[in-house]
């Protein structure tokens, strides 16, 4: 969601729209190594398991340093160079999301939850659930795209609602690292 609304303040709204694409796209690839097993894999193997979920963890802890070293740096100011192809646009949203240590262990540990593991249509019912995620997803993710200008502006104005943000993103990233730092393989 950062990459999309930085692109939307920078380049405008279709290019961030093609970042959401992209950014879906990548749940398309998370969804069926979870629906294909790929990550029941990955839980199974203590090791690995310990290794991306401390990789996680480390990222968001990070993360929250990060937002309350620096602080926002907000600017709304339009980039008018090459604002990049759609193809581009696509392609960073997708390795963005692919890549993203906070969403793979999300799939990993989250879709997995809502189906049995002796059911037999599992991997038709977590591939619906990825699908349905998308769905819901995109419309919110072009929402807060179209509320970005005007969320901008009035935040440059409000310089300590946005320092709160900080903390607050600080906080939450703080609590999801812990959540995964103490999440057990099953």
Same mark, same amino acid.
């Given at each position: 969601m950062t990459?999309?609304?930085?692109?939307?303040?920078?380049?405008?709204?279709?290019?961030?729209?093609?970042?959401?694409?992209?950014?879906?796209l990548?749940i398309?690839?998370?969804?069926?190594?979870?629906?294909?097993?790929?990550?029941?894999?990955?839980?199974?193997?203590?090791?690995?398991?310990?290794?991306?979920?401390?990789?996680?963890?480390?990222y968001l802890?990070w993360?929250?340093?990060?937002?309350?070293?620096?602080g926002s !740096? =907000?600017?709304v100011?339009?980039?008018?160079?090459?604002?990049g192809?759609a193809?581009? /646009?696509? %392609?960073?949203g $997708?390795?963005?999301n692919?890549?993203n240590?906070?969403v793979?262990i999300?799939f990993?540990?989250?879709l997995?939850?809502?189906v049995?593991a002796?059911?037999?249509a599992?991997?038709? !019912? =977590?591939?619906f659930?990825?699908?349905?995620?998308?769905l819901?997803?995109?419309?919110? /993710?072009? %929402?807060?795209? $179209?509320?970005a200008?005007?969320?901008a502006?009035?935040?440059?104005n409000?310089?300590?609602?946005?320092?709160?943000?900080?903390?607050?993103?600080?906080?939450?990233?703080?609590?999801?690292?812990?959540?995964?730092?103490?999440?057990?393989?099953?």
């Amino acid at each position: 969601m950062t990459l999309s609304i930085s692109r939307a303040l920078a380049q405008g709204k279709k290019p961030a729209l093609f970042v959401v694409v992209g950014t879906s796209l990548g749940i398309v690839v998370h969804t069926m190594l979870v629906a294909f097993g790929i990550s029941a894999l990955i839980t199974a193997s203590p090791t690995a398991f310990l290794i991306l979920k401390t990789g996680g963890g480390a990222y968001l802890f990070w993360l929250a340093v990060q937002a309350i070293r620096y602080g926002s !740096k =907000l600017t709304v100011a339009r980039v008018e160079e090459q604002k990049g192809t759609a193809l581009s /646009n696509i %392609s960073s949203g $997708f390795w963005v999301n692919l890549l993203n240590p906070k969403v793979i262990i999300f799939f990993m540990t989250f879709l997995p939850q809502f189906v049995s593991a002796g059911d037999p249509a599992v991997t038709q !019912k =977590l591939l619906f659930l990825g699908l349905c995620f998308i769905l819901i997803g995109m419309p919110v /993710n072009a %929402s807060v795209i $179209f509320a970005a200008d005007w969320l901008a502006s009035w935040l440059q104005n409000n310089k300590k609602v946005l320092r709160g943000m900080d903390y607050t993103f600080a906080g939450v990233f703080s609590v999801f690292a812990a959540k995964i730092l103490l999440t057990q393989a099953k």
